[in-house]
Structure formats: C-alpha cells, structure tokens
C-alpha cells in the first residue's frame, strides 16, 4: 500500500506525454506550466503579504486558507506567499512561482491576483473550498512556475431570472462558483414575458405587478408555477450588493433588459406601451400575446430612457444589452401608426423598424455612458453602431455573420452553450438545439469558421442557461451549470494548444468533481450505460473510477444500493437500473439496459376528450402507443375538462403510469387534476391527484377505462396529454 502510494503520483505527473500544463489538473488549463521538485508547506507559519491596494485579495485568501491553519501574520521568513505587482504583465494574466520557501504570485491588476490565487486553490486539496477539513489533507503546494492569461477578454456566463426566480443567495454563491472557473462576465437576463425582476423607481408597477404571476396576478402562471402566486425581484439594495460582490471577484455583471419583444411583463402592468392594433397580430415564437413594445409611439422611448438611465446607474460595466430577439413583428404591421411611420420613413420591411428601435436605444444607452448589446437578430434590418455587442445565439455562422459584419461579438451557439439542453436524451430539458453534452460544449472554437484578421472582433465566449425547465427538482440549476460551465471556461481561457478532450474529462472527473463537491455544487454525473447480451447485463461508466450501483427489483438504486463489480447474469435484463454515484448525494439519473425494449401492452383503446387538440396533433395520437407523438390542446385546460382512454376489452396490467406533458421535456403537463379509473366502463374510483402530471398505479382487476380529470385551469396555455405506460 504505502509503495501504491509513492508511485502512483510519480506515474501521474510523468503521464504520457501530456504538456505540464494538463498534469496540474487546473481548470481552465494555464498557458504555461513548469513543474518543479519540492513543495511548499502551508501552516499557521506562513505569511501573506501584498502590497496595500490589493487588500481584498489577501484577505480573500487568508479566508480560504484559514482550514490549513494559516493565520493573519505579515511578518516573519518561514514560508512566504506574496503578490507583487508587476506592470509586464497583461491584463488579468499573472505569474505564480513557487518552491519550498515562497510563492509568488505576480499581476499588473486585481483580476490577475484573484485569478493566481484561484489557480492557487486549485493546487490544494479541494476542501480549501468548503473550509471544512477531513484531517487527511497535505496542505502542501507543488513547485511550479506558472504564467497564465486568457485567450479572450470576455468568458461569461448568462441566467435567465425571469422564467424561473432564483434569489440574492443563489445568485451571490453562483458569483462564487463562476469565479472559481475564471468567468469573468455575468449576463443577468432579468426580464421576460414572465416575469421583471429589477426595481425601477420611476416604474414600480413592474416589479410591484409585473414581478408576479398566479391567479388574480398580472401574469399567468406558467413553467410549473402552477396555481399559486409565484415572483419576485431584487430591489435595486440587492443589486448593488450583488455588482459590489461580482466586481470584487472581477466579474462584470452585464444587465439585459428584453426588448421590443419578450415583453410581457412590461405590456401586463403598463398596457400604453403596445401598439393600438386592431387586429390579432397573434402569438410570439413562445407562444404569447401582445408583448411587444410599439415602436412608433415617441412616448416609449421616454420611458425607455427612464429605465435605462436607472439601469446605468446600477450597473458599473460597459455594456447595457437590450435583448432584440425573437420579436413579434406581426404586431408592428397590424399598427396604423407604425405602419404609417413605416410609409414616412421610406420602410420596406419590419426589420428596419427594429433596426429604428435598437437605433434609438444604441443612442439612449450610449448618453449615460454605456455601449449597447443585444441578441443576433439586431443584425437585421439596417446597420449598428460599430461598438454594439452581438451574442450569436442562434449558430456559430450568426456569429461569422455579425464579426463580417464588423461588430463585436460573443459566442454563445445554441448547440454547444445552452446549457438548459438535455445532457442525454432521457435528462430533463429542451432540445431544440440538440443534445449539449459536455463534450459537444468543449468541442466549441469561436474561430473555426473564421478565417483572416478580424478574429479580433470576437469578444469571447459565453454559456447560457434558460430556466423555463429550471423550477424543478431542486438544485437543477447546478445540475445544468456544472460541467459544463468549466468547459466554458476553458474555451474562454485556455490556449488550442494545450486543450484536449480526454485531458479535460480526467481532470474534471478526477480532481473538479472533488472541488466543485466542495464548493457545494450538486453538480451533475454522467449515467452509466448498460446493455444486455447473450444473457448478461453490463454497465460501464464515462470513467474507470466511477462507482456504479444497482438495482435488480425497477427501482431507482440508491446509496445502499450494490455496487456494480462486474457482468450480470439474468434472464430478466429489465429489472435492473443503474447509477453513477460520486457520493451518496451527488449521482447520476438511474438508466435501464439500453438495448432492450421495455414492452408496454397496447389494447385496442379509444381516446375521447372534450378538448379541442391544435392544429398539429390529434386525440388519437394517444391511442396508437406511439410513444413520441402527443395529443396537445389548442388552449388552456379548466376544470371538469377530461380524457378517457376506454380498452375495447378490460385490461390487466401490475402497473400503469399516466403521464402529461410533452415526452421527456417535461413541459405543459397537467397542473391540477387527478385519475380515475373503472371496471365497467361507468363507474371510477379514484387512483389520486397527478403529481407533477404524473401518477403510477396498480389496479387490483382487469380495468375497461382510465380516466384524467381536470380540476383548475393548468398553468401554461396549452396542455399536452400521452399515451398510457401499461405493464
Ligand atoms: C430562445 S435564446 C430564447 C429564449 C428561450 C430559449 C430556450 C434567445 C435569445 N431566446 O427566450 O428561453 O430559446 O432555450
């Protein structure tokens, strides 16, 4: 063992041939590392000196290194940490040198002092990040010689707060943890048709009305809210408290304000900013009304400029961004006064009116002394600004198109950065820009399609995460952070040339998961695969170290659960699940063999339902067991409304699951309802309430009938129903 012990770590830093770099395990890797022998001691010995300006960040350290028994000694030789300035070095780069007497970290400003001591942090054992000490660690550093700077100057990340509320502490500790990877931007997206949630003094309607929604409030329930009153905001107290928090960890927070469109919140409280059309104009992408701010009503702008200027003073950072995407612009052309101010202005299209509006507000951010930014669609319609920020969201040739376009731009393509996709196919969330695995995010250059010397206008890159999914279960917003955040973060920072894949899911897997586990993220793992052949099960996960465990009886493995050690033999391959458990909190979903089947009975069944499907689906589609197609209403559900599956002979089934939503997406399910169902056709007894639309049971005979009824009116506006899981 103790020979185990003293090779193991030898054979890991002469690791096949990876650049020294990689062999420290730090995320996002340095540009240069220099591993040297010997190790520096911490202990209540050391001293941490820095010159007076960088007060925060010595005291930002000492607090960290309070679990290696460090004190607050300023003086004395047995072990020094000190960070000098040194004006050589670039903009948030820092050099740190370290031996068995010194550190040293170097930097010409704060951010590359806080971003060596980051890289400081990562170099001990991982619970110098929650404090808290198991009595095992070597508080020891390696002797290297890093020099470090990133690749772009602009690495964020952007949360969405308007869909789902997170508050002052979810949003002060996701400071923390954006900090730890070297993020050094926060795209806050604080309002939306959902929901505004910034205090404006001049307007308090929007956050004393337009922050709420549930029955009797100004907006519908939606995404989960359900029946109830759902909100809030942060008062602009909290937002200073939170830009103060951000900055001193060097993250520049950026506030988004969706506009023209995206703007329920606004039009539900202030109902004289929308154009007085006659007709329908109909329905966002998302699927609202009337959310859209008219732009030819001069009076807008005035109170555009209200906000903006309140916003400005909030927010100490360059760039106001003002959203501009997915704009209905239907309701401009059903206004007689846009329509005539399109006449007047010699207009052919409504995207020159939304190149008028983002105009207009380019100049208003830019009077109290902001630069404007604003989603990829502001492309369209006319030119910009030459200093307005464009977020290619859309695809990695939106952000080709606006760089050839000579504007500044962050990359943040749906198919690598949004993180509220699916990890894989059977986890919670969208896909409409596929599948974002951790790899796919990694896989991301900003510069793959670019070619040429206006490289330079790429800003850098960011992630983003919508939270119309984000409600449920609890601590999703970490599941969908972490990783992937980190890969992110290595994009942003990290030199090509000392990335890779395999690297990067070895230190995440090795030595991240242990960080970020400390620092309190219930971040997200892998699932297993298991597949069955010739009459054995077997499980494998995404690295050899993994613990599998399993469950041979359907139900969800869980810390008490066996540990998989090898191939299983069974004649009933579909009994078992499987996990990865990094410990017995932080695990993977539980997944079935992949190969096989699972068979559902499919009775001849008629489906009758008094609500009225949309256009693209049908009531049978949840009769033909199919299992992918849905049966969708055309507008919300209200009580006593109902869907009747009928057998057209009993069935007899040891379990059936009733389930609502669209399948896997979890999105529109029933909100209030409950099951029913009936032995001969006309007489039910009740099964229960749905629980987030969903309801298992076992029925004691042979059954003719399942009934769902609804019971309040369900939180969306339209309602999706499936076909019945009988076993
Ligand atoms: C599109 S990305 C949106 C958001 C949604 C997101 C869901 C963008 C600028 N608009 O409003 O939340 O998709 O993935």
């Not at 930002?60 to 300035?85: F, H």
């Not at 923390?176 to 050094?184: F, T, V």
């Not at 006064?337 to 399109?342: A, L, Q, T």
Request: with cysteine; proline share 5%; aromatic share 12%.
């Amino acid at each position: 063992m103790r020979l185990i012990k003293i090779i193991l770590p030898a054979l890991l830093m002469l690791n096949s041939g990876l650049p020294a770099a990689q062999t420290l395990s730090v995320i996002p890797v340095p540009a240069e590392v220099k591993i040297k022998k010997g190790v520096f001691k911490l202990g209540p010995e050391t001293v941490v000196r820095s010159d007076e300006r960088n007060q925060f960040n010595r005291t930002y350290l000492l607090s960290k290194l309070r679990v290696a028994g460090v004190t607050d000694k300023r003086t004395g030789n047995s072990g020094v940490i000190e960070l000098i300035t040194d004006n050589t070095i670039p903009q948030e780069g820092y050099s740190l040198i370290s031996d068995s007497l010194r550190v040293t970290i170097k930097a010409s400003s704060k951010a590359g002092f806080f971003y060596g001591i980051q890289t400081l942090l990562q170099m001990l054992p991982p619970t110098v990040y929650s404090g808290v000490a198991n009595g095992f660690e070597k508080w020891e550093v390696p002797a290297v010689e890093i020099n470090d700077y990133p690749r772009y100057g602009y690495r964020g990340m952007m949360l969405d707060v308007s869909r789902t509320f997170f508050d002052k502490a979810t949003i002060i500790n996701y400071m923390d943890w954006l900090s730890y990877h070297k993020i050094n931007k926060f795209h806050w997206h604080l309002t939306d048709d959902n929901g505004w949630r910034i205090e404006i003094k001049k307007y308090p309607l929007l956050t004393a009305r337009g922050a709420w929604r549930g029955p009797g409030e100004a907006l519908a329930p939606t995404f989960g809210s359900g029946n109830k009153r759902y909100g809030g905001f942060f008062s602009q107290k909290d937002v200073k408290e939170i830009v103060k928090y951000a900055a001193e960890r060097n993250i520049e927070i950026i506030p988004e304000i969706d506009l023209p469109g995206h703007s329920k919140a606004v039009t539900a409280t202030y109902p004289e900013v929308l154009c007085e059309s006659k007709k329908d104009a109909g329905e966002s992408v998302q699927g609202e009304v009337s959310n859209v701010w008219c732009v030819s009503n001069e009076k807008n702008y005035k109170m555009l400029e209200n906000i903006i200027k309140e916003l400005a003073s909030l927010f100490p950072g360059k760039y106001i961004h003002i959203g501009g995407d997915e704009v209905n612009m239907s309701s401009w052309e059903h206004c007689e006064s846009c329509s005539e101010f399109m006449k007047s202005h010699d207009m052919k299209r409504p995207s020159e009116l939304q190149n008028y509006f983002v105009r207009r507000l380019e100049k208003i951010v830019e009077k109290y002394g902001k630069t404007m930014a604003g989603w990829d669609e502001i492309l369209e319609g006319g030119d910009l600004h030459k200093s307005t920020a464009v977020y290619a969201w859309r695809s990695v040739n939106k952000g080709v198109e606006s760089i050839t376009k000579g504007q500044p731009t962050i990359f943040m393509p749906g198919p690598y950065c949004y993180l509220d996709m699916k990890q894989s196919p059977l986890e919670r969330g969208h896909n409409w820009a596929g599948i974002v695995t951790l790899e796919k995010t990694y896989s991301l250059d900003p510069e793959q399609n670019l070619t040429g010397d206006n490289k330079n206008l790429i800003l850098g890159v960011q992630g983003g995460l919508w939270t119309e999914l984000l409600a449920w279960p609890p601590r999703f917003i970490e599941y969908q952070t972490f990783p992937r955040m980190a890969a992110i973060a290595e994009i942003g920072w990290s030199k090509r040339a000392n990335m890779s894949w395999e690297s990067f899911h070895e230190r995440i897997t090795k030595y991240h998961f242990d960080r970020m586990n400390q620092m309190g993220i219930a971040f997200r793992v892998e699932p297993p695969v298991a597949t069955y052949e010739n009459g054995v099960v077997y499980a494998t996960a995404s690295y050899p170290w993994a613990v599998i465990r399993y469950s041979d009886n359907e139900s969800n493995p869980d810390s008490h659960s066996p540990v998989y050690c090898g191939p299983i033999s069974t004649a009933d391959p579909l009994k078992y699940r499987f996990a990865v458990f990094y410990n017995d909190f932080t695990r993977s979903i539980p997944v079935k063999v992949q190969n096989v089947d699972y068979v559902y009975q499919t009775p001849a069944t008629v489906v009758t339902s008094n609500i009225v499907a949309n256009e693209k689906s049908s009531v049978n589609n949840v009769s033909d067991y199919k299992y992918d197609t849905y049966f969708r209403s055309a507008t919300k559900a209200k009580a006593g409304d109902y869907v009747l599956y009928t057998f057209q002979e009993p069935v007899e089934s040891k379990r059936i699951t009733v389930e609502s939503g669209i399948p896997v997406i979890d999105f529109y399910w029933v909100t209030d309802g409950y099951v029913e169902y009936s032995v001969n056709g006309t007489d039910f007894i009740k099964v229960g309430e749905l629980n987030r639309g969903k309801i298992t049971f076992t029925p004691a005979e042979k059954i003719k009938a399942v009934k769902i009824v609804i019971t309040a009116p369900n939180d969306a506006n339209t309602i999706v129903f499936q076909d019945l899981k009988i076993e």
